[in-house]
Nanobody, 125 residues
Framework: QVQLVESGGGMVQAGGSLRLACAASGVTFSSNPMAWFRQAPGKEREFVAAIRSSGGRIYYADSVKGRFTISRDNAKNLVYLQMNSLKPEDTAVYYC??????????????????WGQGTQVTVSS
C-alpha cells in the first residue's frame, strides 16, 4: 500500500531554516504529483506547495512564495520542502500528500488520497 513518511521537522528561531523530506513507497513515485500541506492548531489544513511528476511545474501558496522551495528526487522516491526565512506563523504540522486520480496539481486537501503522518515545525519569535 502507499506509504508516505515525513521527516525533518523541529524547532527553529524566526529567520532560520529547515528542510523537510517525505519518503514514498508503494506507489510509482515518478508518475504522481506530490504536495505539502500544513495545519496549525485551530485552523484548517492548507496548501503549501506542490510539484508535478516530472518536476517541471511547481506551485506555491502566496504565503510561502520566495521562502520555500519544493523539489523531488524520483530516483530516491523523495520529495523535499526547503524552508528559509521561517516566521512564527509557519508553525504547524506539515504533511506530504499524493494523488493517484490524475497528474494535475490540486489545492484542496480532499483531492489527495494519501497522506503522511505529519511532522511538527515550530518557529519561535
Amino acid at each position: 500500500q502507499v506509504q508516505l513518511v515525513e521527516s525533518g521537522g523541529g524547532m527553529v528561531q524566526a529567520g532560520g531554516s529547515l528542510r523537510l523530506a517525505c519518503a514514498a513507497s508503494g506507489v510509482t513515485f515518478s508518475s504522481n504529483p506530490m504536495a505539502w500541506f500544513r495545519q496549525a492548531p485551530g485552523k484548517e489544513r492548507e496548501f503549501v506547495a506542490a510539484i508535478r511528476s516530472s518536476g517541471g511545474r511547481i506551485y506555491y501558496a502566496d504565503s510561502v512564495k520566495g521562502r520555500f522551495t519544493i523539489s523531488r528526487d524520483n530516483a530516491k522516491n523523495l520529495v523535499y520542502l526547503q524552508m528559509n526565512s521561517l516566521k512564527p506563523e509557519d508553525t504547524a504540522v506539515y504533511y506530504c500528500a499524493t494523488r493517484l486520480r490524475g497528474y494535475e496539481i490540486r489545492y484542496a486537501p480532499d483531492e489527495y488520497e494519501f497522506w503522511g503522518q505529519g511532522t511538527q515545525v515550530t518557529v519561535s519569535s
